[in-house]
């Protein structure tokens, strides 16, 4: 009597435990592609450090200091505490023209800007003069500050204009912070200026690494934006109404209201506004869409799924043919797929991701195939599974480019794949004995 461990059935169960033994050097690939997007992200962080990181700029606050009266628990006479008080503007407009160049950091590369930014705001004389008595803590208007927050100073590369109310001046380094970034101040003195209305006219450049993000610091804020970058991300709490992108760049327009945003037009130093400020930001992400890591990791994912079917066309060929192949046979050719994803992450970050795939599947396909020939002792079984294996890499291929249709696409491969097995295996008989090469050839795949 044949053993169960002989059968076609066995067999089947033994070739499924060597594809998911596959699925060790499949997760150190992916392991491997994970670190190389670190050395990248550290890369980019090296750029940012001598350039300006990612840029968040948002208009001037007016920030008064505050005197108010609490009681102390135990005394019978409350005691004076200072604190400060913060009003936006009426309106804010911004006009930036941003100058995109790419830097690299040794085989890593990261978008760069220089941004032209004209800056107008506008502090209304009613609104001075309400938040000033409406206030709980009476302001001290003589030590008033225009605080202006900036995502990363060391992009600040220069001010070719700063003026209020149509005097020139000039900034001054703040210890302060508003929404956890840092700021640059002007001193003015609400005494002097008494409710005259504010205005604020500045020009500067600002440096910058992949982002630039705006700040809806008014109660009416308008914001348009150029660069030469034809695939820009617009991102943040709020979208351009119009915008236009061709091959020579983008431009954007944003219009945001006080509506619009979680936090009012003046708060006090009480207020936990860090998370509400940094939730506002909205803006343009330069996006590099040859993303090599990216889809390495999309790749990846469908690995187990192609070695599993490469090891099913070598089974339908020993079972259809009644040829013999070792496990060991099996092993060998899943080590031969799997190091095509180091191969191609290895050549993607040097000569782009397209080509790559086309020289490391182009590899593998070869070196299947003609073990194929010398195991299935068959030029012909050689060949037609190196078809079959380019024919399946041309899939991954077109899986990995259709980003919004890969499942669809993944799917109906899938269920194609699985009706084809059905077909050419429906007159195996799964208990029989499992063939070897000294017994007479069964008919070809095709009259199966």
Do not use: C
């Not at 998911?20 to 994970?34: E, F, K, N, S």
């Not at 700029?57 to 019978?76: K, S």
């Not at 020139?168 to 929404?179: K, M, N, Q, V, Y």
Request: proline fraction near 4%; avoid cysteine; glycine fraction near 10%.
């Amino acid at each position: 009597m044949i053993a169960w461990t002989q059968t076609v059935t066995a067999k089947v169960l033994g070739v499924g435990v060597l594809a998911l033994l596959m699925t060790i050097p499949l997760m150190q690939v992916r392991g491997l592609v994970g670190e190389r997007q670190q050395l990248r992200t550290d890369a980019i962080s090296q750029i940012a450090q001598g350039w300006g990181g990612k840029q968040v700029l948002g208009g001037p606050v007016l920030v008064v200091p505050t005197l108010r009266q609490v009681a102390a628990e135990g005394q019978a006479t409350p005691r004076w505490q200072a604190g400060s008080a913060s009003m936006l503007a009426d309106a804010l407009k911004l006009d930036v023209a941003m100058a995109v160049t790419t830097r690299s950091y040794g085989i890593y590369t990261a978008p760069v800007f220089v941004a032209t930014v004209k800056l107008g705001a506008q502090f209304r004389a009613q609104d001075i003069a309400e938040y000033r008595h409406a206030s709980d803590a009476p302001w001290q208007g003589g030590k008033a500050e225009l605080r202006l927050p900036i995502g990363d100073l060391r992009g600040l590369q220069e001010i070719s204009d700063l003026r209020v109310n149509g005097q020139p001046t000039r900034f001054e380094s703040s210890a302060d912070r508003l929404g956890g970034w840092p700021n640059v101040v002007v001193p003015i003195d609400l005494d002097v200026l008494g409710d005259q209305p504010i205005d604020v006219q500045i020009s500067l450049k600002l440096a910058g690494t992949e982002a630039l993000q705006m700040l809806p610091l008014a109660r009416v804020t308008d914001v348009t934006m150029r660069a030469p970058w034809s695939d820009p991300s617009f991102i943040g709490a709020a979208l351009p109404l119009e915008h236009a992108i061709d091959a020579s760049g983008f431009s954007a327009h944003w219009h945001l209201l006080d509506l619009n945003r979680s936090y009012g037009q003046h708060w006090t130093d009480g207020d936990a506004m860090t998370a509400a400020l940094q939730a506002s930001t909205f803006g343009v992400q330069l996006y590099q869409p040859v993303d090599v890591y990216q889809r390495n990791v999309r790749a990846g994912k469908y690995g187990l799924l192609f070695i599993a079917m490469t090891f099913v066309a070598f089974f339908l060929f020993e079972v259809l043919k009644r040829l013999r192949v070792h496990p060991v046979q099996y092993l060998l050719v899943g080590a031969a797929l799997a190091t095509f994803y180091v191969v191609l992450l290895a050549l993607s970050e040097q000569i782009g991701f397209g080509l790559a795939y086309a020289l490391a599947a182009a590899a593998v396909v070869v070196l299947v195939g003609g073990y194929a020939m010398a195991v299935l002792h068959a030029r012909r079984a050689g060949l037609l599974l190196g078809g079959v294996l380019g024919l399946i890499y041309a899939m991954l291929y077109g899986l990995i480019a259709a980003e919004q249709y890969a499942l669809l696409i993944g799917a109906l491969v899938l269920l194609a794949m699985v009706a084809l097995m059905m077909y050419l295996t429906r007159r195996i008989d799964w208990y029989a004995y499992v063939p070897t090469s000294t017994e007479p050839p069964a008919a070809i795949m095709g009259q199966s």
